[in-house]
Nanobody, 124 residues
Framework: QVQLVESGGGLVQAGGSLRLSCASSGRADSGYSMGWFRQAPGKEREFVAAISWDGTSTYYKDSVKGRLTISRDNVKNTVHLQMNSLKPDDTAVYFC?????????????????WGQGTQVTVSS
């Protein structure tokens, strides 16, 4: 089993920055890719970014490329999402996810474990 706990959400003005963190416990190390998804009110959960278990490969939703950066620290069992130049459209609940295998899976159903989510609100 893998347990995931997100933190770092909040309210920020457009153009500002936030850093989300995801603490994992259980077998979320070797072989587990980590990802971030988000869900805005009335919308489906969507892929944002993912990183391979060794951190050498990263993938992003096109609209966040150049603004959001995913990273991981396997010693501390944490994953981060650095979010810069935030826009009101980035407002959503952000979820951390884990899956055993390759990270390039954008469908939420391809991911095995989920955190409870953290709210990010970007004001205009």
């Amino acid at each position: 089993q893998v347990q995931l706990v997100e933190s770092g959400g909040g309210l920020v003005q457009a153009g500002g920055s936030l850093r989300l963190s995801c603490a994992s416990s259980g077998r979320a190390d070797s072989g587990y890719s980590m990802g971030w998804f988000r869900q805005a009110p009335g919308k489906e959960r969507e892929f944002v970014a993912a990183i391979s278990w060794d951190g050498t490969s990263t993938y992003y939703k096109d609209s966040v490329k150049g603004r959001l950066t995913i990273s991981r620290d396997n010693v501390k069992n944490t994953v981060h999402l650095q979010m810069n130049s935030l826009k009101p459209d980035d407002t959503a609940v952000y979820f951390c996810a884990a899956r055993f295998g390759l990270p390039r899976k954008v469908e939420p159903t391809s991911w095995d474990y989920w955190g409870q989510g953290t709210q990010v609100t970007v004001s205009s």
